[in-house]
């Protein structure tokens, strides 16, 4: 590796340097460590001798001028667009047309063009578009030239003869941020068909940054090699330091080591240590299991696939550091970024504690020879040497993004390295203050500071000094906020894991009461950095950082208004959770089932907060508005001991028709989880409760309930003598009769679908065949998506025991498709069950055991105790006995290996031969 040329040196100097908008050229060889390996460092340099010269050959013919070389990239600028391209053309020409010795024959550059502004600083480039220009060519392959959406546009049609440009859309690239891309196809010069080497072009939910990645640069080279090194490195430091974008961008830099996945685990809004190993399951796409402990799962899951598992927020559920050692004690390849305000003290953890970006040296603790370093002979300061600091140009390029002409001047870079100074370089306390820039002169911001800084000193002294700075920073921009505008982040702080503004209106407004429209206030409060949008399945939501939702949180309880919010937020949420329960058999189940997840985390702290105060006539009626959406969604576990905390409660026995309502979620979950004893007690419990309101309809359904704990037995339990005296059937059928009664198509269709099953658990399948067709035909009258796939999956099912393996085919495949498309994960995993059965049937062993093997390791999906429930339907293991005669142990254990190593979705694929 060298460094820029002696001639070249002695060329640049700043007044040579051109400004304005320039083009940036960045060019490296691809697979060049190979080849030094391959052909040894005389013979190498040889071939990047002559790499260079025809390089700089085509960079001189279009007047382009040499920044810099490092090892085998360049760095070039060009004064015009068309200039650069013609270049970069004649350059990717003269490689392709030279045969290299030594056997090599070409070599293969990749070459990235960007436009934007030269901004100059100790004599050479810096600022966000030279990084951007760097980060287009990473994006290349070997033999590509690739342009930024900024580039392309100035060639206005000026392309060399023989060139031609292909959109390959947008791209995130390292800096997390997106691109729209366009390759140049030359003549002359081989096309290379490999994709863009985007952050895309690997697994990962990376989430997407609307701001630049300024600065750290020392900080992201020390991580990237001390994660080379070891499995575990932690990122320490109070909040506001950076540690989460650091993360973020160490894990961008680093994710072509990973080629099976970069997965982001945003811990901040989970407060209870269990939560973390489902929390990593959900990212994952891994179905959480109740036989085995969620560690083991992922463990499992994870093997030996190189991950990298970026964990965000550790320190409010740091008790869940043991599940971490695990999980590395258990696999081979997984590492992990975290992120936490302190470290996890497992074995093998590296720690490295974020500073704050560099800031010039405090004026008043310097001597004369160091003020005179950052200044001229007048006092001004030096631009050029300001502008090295990471906190100075972060300050820069968050205050020019709320007020476009700002720029570091020598009238107010004394100021701007006041302000960053007196923030110790906390880049979100930088980032408060910036976002003032709009209002207020640096001069005046740094002013206030002082004062805010000044009186914080007396109150929080038992701080640390960088918290006390954050702190300071908040409360700061906090006070510069009017009174409305105060109230309204203060209520915005009842929100875990963001709002929409419909929420935030109906909980934060009205604008009568406000003093505000919500909408106006929170464009106020994005602008100065005290809430952040975000686009979320095409919809804005806004969320606060944790650091400051906490200072917000203290404000509105010391306001007096924290219960009365508190209450709002629990009873719309209680409210969005009841209608949604009311679409979750429809087709667009799957999009509330979405819009639930969204929610998860204020649907959570509704009920606790409903749970603690207590108000019975939110927390019940809410916990059981999302016991479908727990089944369906993986929080079975979860969901089972919320409501069990609940019904441990006193006053939840009141109301007895709020009692009945408790123990049928209850009831449901304990179905789910093939806990058919504890079913049984709840579903008797909320039978007994409605009989005595005498509401007919819910009675009916209760029996219904009631009727399945003499259908299906627990694991353990012989099923020969199952209901002898048919009280199941009774049950059924009072249940049915009540239906008729009332005309209830839907129920009376969920009566004759259990009769169905308790017949076809007795042996009976004729029978159960007609109740299920029948029952088919009473879901399709009412729209009830959900029970029409149960319905195809029984009818399935039946079929197959009865061998018409062809019409078992279609009502199996309609099933999985509706369960896939409602996004129904414990329906799914019974469905692959039935795929093994039926590949089994038409002779596919192997196939059959695959998905034998999928079933079996997606059983309990997230929490359903499924495995005894499949074995009951006994259709797979009497498939498994046959496969036992034909294929051996080992064969089937292969097989059933290549199944249980598939995600939920790629077994679902792989069932429905999808790609």
Same mark, same amino acid.
């Given at each position: 590796? &060298?460094?820029?040329?002696?001639?070249?040196?002695?060329?640049?100097?700043?007044?040579?340097?051109?400004?304005?908008?320039?083009?940036?050229?960045?060019?490296?060889? &691809?697979?060049?460590?190979?080849?030094?390996?391959?052909?040894?460092?005389?013979?190498?340099?040889?071939?990047?001798?002559?790499?260079?010269?025809?390089?700089?050959?085509?960079?001189?013919?279009?007047?382009?001028?040499?920044?810099?070389?490092?090892?085998?990239?360049?760095?070039?600028?060009?004064?015009?667009?068309?200039?650069?391209?013609?270049?970069?053309?004649?350059?990717?020409?003269?490689?392709?047309?030279?045969?290299?010795?030594?056997?090599?024959?070409?070599?293969?550059?990749?070459?990235?063009? /960007?436009?934007?502004?030269?901004?100059?600083?100790?004599?050479?480039?810096?600022?966000?578009?030279?990084?951007?220009?760097?980060?287009?060519?990473?994006?290349?392959?070997?033999?590509?030239?690739?342009?930024?959406?900024?580039?392309?546009?100035?060639?206005?049609?000026?392309?060399?003869?023989?060139?031609?440009?292909?959109?390959?859309?947008?791209?995130?690239?390292?800096?997390?941020?997106?691109?729209? *891309?366009?390759?140049?196809?030359?003549?002359?010069?081989?096309?290379?068909?490999?994709?863009?080497?985007?952050?895309?072009?690997?697994? #990962?939910?990376?989430?997407?940054?609307?701001?630049?990645?300024?600065?750290?640069?020392?900080?992201?080279?020390?991580?990237?090699?001390?994660?080379?090194?070891?499995?575990?490195?932690?990122?320490?430091?109070?909040?506001? +330091?950076?540690?989460?974008? =650091?993360?973020?961008?160490?894990?961008?830099?680093?994710?072509?080591?990973?080629?099976?996945?970069?997965?982001?685990?945003?811990?901040?809004?989970?407060?209870?240590?269990?939560?973390?190993?489902?929390?990593?399951?959900?990212?994952?796409?891994?179905?959480?299991?109740?036989?085995?402990?969620?560690?083991?799962?992922?463990? +499992?899951?994870?093997?030996?696939?190189?991950?990298?598992?970026?964990?965000?927020?550790?320190?409010?559920?740091?008790?869940?550091?043991?599940? %971490?050692?695990?999980?590395?004690?258990?696999?081979?390849?997984?590492?992990?970024?975290?992120?936490?305000?302190?470290?996890?003290?497992? @074995?093998?953890?590296?720690?490295?504690?974020?500073?704050?970006?560099?800031?010039?040296?405090?004026? @008043?603790?310097?001597?004369?020879?160091?003020?005179?370093?950052?200044?001229?002979?007048?006092?001004?300061?030096?631009?050029?040497?300001?502008?090295?600091?990471?906190?100075?140009?972060?300050?820069?390029?968050?205050?020019?993004?709320?007020?476009?002409?700002?720029?570091?001047?020598?009238?107010?870079?004394?100021?701007?390295?006041? $302000?960053?100074?007196?923030?110790?370089?906390?880049?979100?306390?930088?980032?408060?203050?910036?976002?003032?820039?709009? *209002?207020?002169?640096?001069?005046?911001?740094?002013?206030?500071?002082?004062?805010?800084?000044?009186?914080?000193?007396?109150?929080?002294?038992?701080?640390?000094?960088?918290?006390?700075?954050?702190?300071?920073?908040?409360?700061?921009?906090?006070?510069?906020?009017?009174?409305?505008?105060?109230?309204?982040?203060?209520?915005?702080?009842?929100?875990?894991?963001?709002?929409?503004?419909?929420?935030?209106?109906? %909980?934060?407004?009205?604008?009568?009461?406000?003093?505000?429209?919500?909408?106006?206030? $929170?464009?106020?409060?994005?602008?100065?950095?005290?809430?952040?949008?975000?686009?979320?399945?095409?919809?804005?939501?806004?969320?606060?950082?944790?650091?400051?939702?906490?200072?917000?949180?203290?404000?509105?309880?010391?306001?007096?208004?924290?219960?009365?919010?508190?209450?709002?937020?629990?009873?719309?949420?209680?409210?969005?959770?009841?209608?949604?329960?009311?679409?979750?058999?429809?087709?667009?189940?799957?999009?509330?089932?979405?819009? =639930?997840?969204?929610?998860?985390?204020?649907?959570?702290?509704?009920?606790?907060?409903?749970?603690?105060?207590?108000?019975?006539?939110?927390?019940?009626?809410?916990?059981?508005?999302?016991?479908?959406?727990?089944?369906?969604?993986?929080?079975?576990?979860?969901?089972?001991?919320?409501?069990?905390?609940?019904?441990?409660?006193?006053?939840?026995?009141?109301?007895? !028709?709020?009692?009945?309502?408790?123990?049928?979620?209850?009831?449901?979950?304990?179905?789910?989880? !093939?806990?058919?004893?504890?079913?049984?007690?709840?579903?008797?419990?909320?039978?007994?409760?409605?009989?005595?309101?005498?509401?007919?309809?819910?009675?009916? #359904?209760?029996?219904?309930?009631?009727?399945?704990?003499?259908?299906?037995?627990?694991?353990?339990?012989?099923?020969?003598?199952?209901?002898?005296?048919?009280?199941?059937?009774?049950?059924? &059928?009072?249940?049915?009769?009540?239906?008729? &009664?009332?005309?209830?198509?839907?129920?009376?269709?969920?009566?004759?679908?259990?009769?169905?099953?308790?017949?076809?658990?007795?042996?009976?399948?004729?029978?159960?065949?007609?109740?299920?067709?029948?029952?088919?035909?009473?879901?399709?009258? +009412?729209?009830?998506?959900?029970?029409?796939?149960?319905?195809?999956?029984?009818?399935?099912?039946?079929?197959?025991?009865?061998?018409?393996?062809?019409?078992?085919?279609?009502?199996?495949?309609?099933?999985?498709?509706?369960?896939?498309?409602?996004?129904?994960?414990?329906?799914?995993?019974?469905?692959?069950?039935?795929?093994?059965?039926?590949?089994?049937?038409?002779?596919?062993?192997?196939?059959?055991?695959?998905? /034998?093997?999928?079933?079996?390791?997606? !059983?309990?999906?997230?929490?359903?105790?499924?495995?005894?429930?499949?074995?009951?339907?006994?259709?797979?293991?009497?498939?498994?006995?046959?496969?036992?005669?034909?294929?051996?142990?080992?064969? %089937?254990?292969?097989?059933?290996?290549?199944?249980?190593?598939?995600?939920?979705?790629?077994?679902?694929?792989?069932?429905?031969?999808?790609?």
């Amino acid at each position: 590796m &060298e460094g820029i040329a002696p001639e070249v040196r002695t060329q640049i100097t700043a007044p040579a340097l051109p400004s304005g908008t320039l083009t940036f050229l960045f060019t490296d060889i &691809e697979g060049s460590t190979k080849l030094v390996q391959e052909l040894g460092p005389e013979s190498y340099g040889e071939i990047l001798a002559r790499h260079r010269e025809l390089l700089r050959g085509a960079w001189a013919a279009h007047g382009g001028l040499e920044i810099g070389t490092e090892g085998d990239s360049f760095f070039v600028v060009f004064t015009s667009a068309p200039a650069a391209v013609a270049a970069a053309v004649d350059a990717q020409r003269a490689l392709a047309a030279t045969e290299f010795p030594y056997g090599v024959g070409a070599i293969r550059v990749r070459m990235g063009l /960007h436009t934007g502004l030269g901004m100059i600083s100790g004599g050479t480039y810096v600022g966000a578009d030279v990084n951007r220009a760097a980060r287009v060519a990473a994006a290349a392959n070997g033999g590509q030239v690739v342009l930024s959406s900024a580039t392309v546009p100035l060639l206005a049609g000026d392309l060399p003869p023989g060139v031609r440009t292909r959109d390959v859309g947008e791209h995130r690239l390292k800096d997390l941020r997106p691109e729209r *891309l366009t390759i140049l196809e030359i003549d002359g010069v081989v096309d290379d068909p490999r994709p863009i080497r985007s952050l895309d072009s690997r697994p #990962n939910n990376l989430p997407t940054q609307v701001t630049s990645f300024v600065g750290r640069t020392t900080e992201l080279a020390e991580t990237t090699a001390r994660l080379g090194a070891t499995r575990l490195l932690t990122l320490t430091g109070p909040g506001g +330091t950076g540690k989460t974008r =650091l993360s973020l961008q160490l894990a961008a830099a680093v994710a072509e080591q990973f080629p099976e996945g970069v997965f982001f685990v945003a811990l901040e809004p989970i407060r209870e240590p269990a939560l973390v190993g489902t929390t990593i399951a959900a990212v994952l796409g891994i179905a959480e299991d109740t036989s085995a402990p969620i560690g083991q799962r992922l463990s +499992t899951w994870i093997g030996a696939r190189k991950i990298l598992l970026d964990l965000d927020n550790f320190e409010q559920v740091i008790e869940a550091a043991p599940l %971490i050692g695990e999980l590395l004690r258990s696999t081979s390849e997984l590492k992990l970024i975290v992120s936490s305000r302190s470290p996890l003290r497992i @074995s093998g953890e590296q720690e490295y504690p974020v500073p704050g970006l560099p800031t010039p040296p405090d004026p @008043s603790a310097q001597g004369a020879l160091e003020r005179a370093r950052l200044g001229d002979d007048s006092g001004r300061a030096d631009l050029a040497a300001l502008s090295r600091y990471e906190s100075v140009r972060l300050f820069v390029a968050r205050a020019s993004a709320v007020r476009p002409a700002f720029r570091l001047t020598d009238e107010n870079a004394a100021a701007v390295a006041g $302000i960053v100074i007196r923030l110790q370089g906390m880049p979100l306390a930088i980032e408060l203050a910036a976002a003032r820039v709009k *209002l207020l002169p640096p001069e005046a911001i740094l002013e206030r500071l002082r004062d805010q800084l000044a009186t914080l000193g007396g109150g929080a002294r038992d701080l640390p000094e960088r918290q006390q700075t954050l702190r300071g920073a908040i409360a700061w921009s906090y006070d510069l906020l009017d009174e409305p505008a105060q109230r309204l982040l203060r209520r915005l702080s009842v929100f875990a894991g963001g709002c929409s503004l419909e929420l935030a209106e109906s %909980i934060c407004g009205p604008a009568s009461e406000l003093g505000l429209d919500v909408l106006d206030g $929170i464009e106020a409060l994005v602008d100065q950095s005290l809430l952040r949008s975000e686009d979320v399945g095409g919809e804005a939501r806004f969320r606060m950082l944790e650091t400051i939702r906490a200072f917000a949180g203290e404000q509105l309880a010391a306001s007096g208004e924290s219960d009365t919010i508190r209450e709002r937020h629990a009873r719309a949420f209680d409210a969005l959770a009841r209608e949604a329960a009311e679409e979750l058999s429809g087709s667009e189940q799957r999009t509330w089932l979405d819009r =639930l997840d969204v929610e998860h985390d204020n649907l959570r702290a509704a009920l606790e907060w409903a749970t603690a105060r207590p108000d019975p006539d939110v927390a019940i009626p809410l916990g059981f508005a999302l016991w479908r959406f727990w089944q369906k969604r993986g929080y079975l576990i979860e969901g089972r001991r919320r409501l069990e905390h609940i019904a441990d409660q006193p006053w939840s026995s009141d109301d007895p !028709a709020l009692r009945a309502r408790l123990m049928e979620a209850l009831g449901g979950i304990a179905w789910w989880q !093939a806990d058919i004893l504890a079913m049984s007690g709840f579903y008797q419990e909320a039978l007994e409760r409605w009989r005595s309101t005498g509401d007919r309809a819910e009675i009916a #359904n209760a029996l219904y309930n009631a009727s399945f704990s003499y259908v299906f037995v627990g694991p353990g339990v012989d099923a020969s003598n199952l209901d002898p005296d048919r009280i199941g059937l009774a049950l059924m &059928e009072e249940a049915l009769a009540i239906y008729r &009664e009332l005309g209830d198509k839907r129920g009376a269709g969920n009566a004759i679908w259990a009769v169905g099953n308790w017949h076809y658990f007795h042996q009976q399948k004729d029978v159960a065949l007609g109740n299920f067709r029948e029952a088919l035909e009473l879901f399709s009258a +009412t729209s009830d998506e959900t029970m029409v796939a149960w319905a195809h999956r029984m009818l399935g099912a039946t079929l197959l025991r009865l061998d018409q393996v062809d019409e078992a085919a279609g009502h199996l495949e309609a099933a999985m498709r509706q369960f896939k498309s409602a996004g129904d994960t414990s329906a799914l995993t019974l469905a692959l069950d039935d795929y093994s059965a039926l590949a089994a049937a038409r002779g596919d062993l192997p196939r059959s055991a695959r998905l /034998h093997g999928a079933a079996r390791a997606l !059983a309990q999906s997230t929490g359903a105790n499924l495995s005894s429930m499949i074995d009951n339907l006994d259709v797979a293991n009497a498939n498994a006995e046959t496969a036992r005669t034909l294929m051996s142990d080992e064969e %089937i254990e292969r097989h059933a290996a290549e199944g249980r190593a598939m995600s939920l979705g790629d077994a679902v694929a792989y069932a429905l031969d999808e790609p």
